[in-house]
């Protein structure tokens, strides 16, 4: 080893730690199906599934953008990196493999640099044992600030994707609405106020987003069309609407809200914002969305219930109305009653 | 499409462009064998080929680290944050299939941001489509620096790794040693000098480096260890003596050297240098490094000068000495003279 290079490969090491690796380690942690050379080389060497596709995603998460180390842990930066990623290969239904981990290090002393990548990879490390997701691969660089781009690999022999939905089919949706949004705006405030269960767990929705994994499984063979929500429940279901050729209509007292995500709500449309502001525009919430035809609601529900994961039917998909200059629209209904959107429908990426 | 988001859609949609693709095109360009569904959707997903290992590689570059706009193009840029990763391909003999794109965008005003991510991937397009390496995925989000990090996937059924090297094969470098770091130095001089053709062919070098995609396919079933050289040789080359648990003698006349490198290393030798200190510790050349059997260095040699690809022995790995302090111990040779090593062997990626 180079001394030169003695900083870069003490932080690779520390990183490679939680995962039970070493830059040296070249048969990987028992369990680890498929792989027959992981880190510390220049590349991975995978088995893939006969029959099977290979599905893949890339996400970056950003200190200061989609994590603030100035108000929560490296062990949760880490945690929340990978969990956007298996929230996208959940949507595609496909099982989780293999990830690869680009990490920018800024400028810092040692010890602290060290401790930080630690953390991360800490963090890391719980979801991607929790999810039978082996590290295989990084790339370390120094940037500006720090950052956790991670690139995700599944299996599936039958994906989902945005299209397929059809008029007819029911919106499911797995996981709750606004909670993370909530957390956000809790973590956000200089004074910290004293926090009940609820707030807790909005708090921790936002710090440690659970992708629903399973549920994407389950719901492979069944659903039409599936997308998490990274964007907002609106911003998403419009994705699926374009992708799908539909339409759609959202129950707002089918949306699952927890109390805490309801109080806030309330108390904001007195000051004049939307009802349902963080439900429908929260983002980053990693629920899982998906269009299923009305034949296989019970089905799914139930084997999803049998896992104990909770759905909720909260609307359809319908047919576009000819001529619509809005084809793609959303109408939310209060009952029988039209409900005008948010005029903030979703999370812009380059926004924040 | 949510107005929030228009900026975030018309930056990727200007990405997109120069690859043919758009955030609505579901089927892939003629040509993009193995590809289900690519860009535009929560994942892509990808048919992997009956037989061949799987081989995953990530690299990130970032602006004032592995490039510089103040000094290059965004397509020079592009380009070399993919020869990166297709060099990492390259040394494990596998063919390119696929790659995703993370791309970090600073905020700036709307047309410059845009402009430079075209201009990212018109580089990108360009050495994609002559590797026959199709973007299947990607993200965009906000960061303080334009930062570029890809994922690349390829297969073959004859991997070739660090580990593997055995005393007595021979050392065969296919590119060339020294003329990156020359481009660097060139690139970064203040006052410009007029450049001779050697010279410009170091700039060169340094902007748009070539991965020896075609040479690591062909030693697949003939080397018996490879590594490319993004530290410059000294440190890759102790890596590759490292896994495969030999020492190494390098020939220094051996070694290829352009004119420019050979004149810019002599005069720098008069101040102290060391007077192969580019080519031995230059790093970024993404040069390709071969271990061979000493029985298939003329079998592989002709193989590739049937394809024009020039290769040297530059050396050969040898049995460790036994109590040896440094078993991994790199000898360099003047002809019958040992020569000390260089004080800075190679390239820290935290330190630059």
Avoid at 124 to 144: D, E
Avoid at 264 to 284: F, I
Avoid at 301 to 313: H, P, T
Wanted: net charge positive; aromatic share 4%; proline share 5%.
């Amino acid at each position: 080893m180079s001394s030169t290079r003695a900083g870069e490969f003490a932080l690779i090491d520390a990183f490679l730690a939680p995962f039970g690796l070493s830059r040296e380690s070249r048969a990987m942690a028992p369990g680890a199906a498929g792989v027959i050379l992981g880190p510390g080389d220049d590349c991975a060497r995978l088995l893939p599934s006969r029959g099977k596709q290979l599905i893949a995603t890339t996400d970056a998460a950003v200190d200061g953008v989609h994590f603030d180390l100035a108000r929560s842990s490296a062990e949760d930066a880490g945690w929340k990196a990978l969990a956007m990623n298996l929230s996208d290969l959940a949507a595609a239904g496909a099982v989780p493999r293999w990830f690869l981990c680009a990490l920018s290090v800024p400028k810092l002393a040692r010890a602290q640099a060290i401790a930080t990548a630690q953390g991360f990879a800490r963090g890391m490390a719980q979801l991607a044992k929790a999810s039978g997701c082996t590290l295989v691969g990084g790339n370390v660089t120094r940037a500006r600030d720090w950052s956790i781009t991670i690139t995700a690999l599944g299996e599936t022999a039958h994906p989902l994707s945005r299209a397929g939905g059809k008029p007819g089919d029911r919106l499911l949706l797995v996981g709750e609405l606004g909670a993370a949004a909530l957390g956000l705006i809790l973590l956000r405030k200089r004074r910290k106020p004293a926090l009940g269960k609820d707030e807790r767990a909005a708090v921790q929705a936002q710090l440690r987003p659970v992708p629903q994994a399973r549920a994407g499984q389950i719901a492979a063979r069944l659903a039409s069309a599936a997308i998490d929500l990274s964007d907002g429940l609106l911003q998403d279901l419009g994705h699926l609407c374009a992708r799908s050729g539909c339409t759609a209509e959202l129950q707002l007292a089918s949306l699952p809200r927890s109390p805490a995500v309801r109080a806030h709500e309330a108390k904001a449309a007195t000051r004049g914002a939307h009802p349902y502001a963080l439900s429908l525009s929260g983002g980053e919430e990693y629920a899982l969305l998906l269009a299923v035809p009305r034949k296989h609601v019970a089905t799914l529900r139930a084997r999803l219930a049998r896992e104990q994961i909770d759905s909720n039917v909260i609307g359809s998909l319908a047919t576009p109305k000819r001529f619509s200059r809005t084809p793609n629209a959303i109408t939310l209904w209060d009952q029988d009653r039209a409900i005008p959107l948010p005029e903030r429908l979703g999370h812009d990426h380059l926004a924040r």
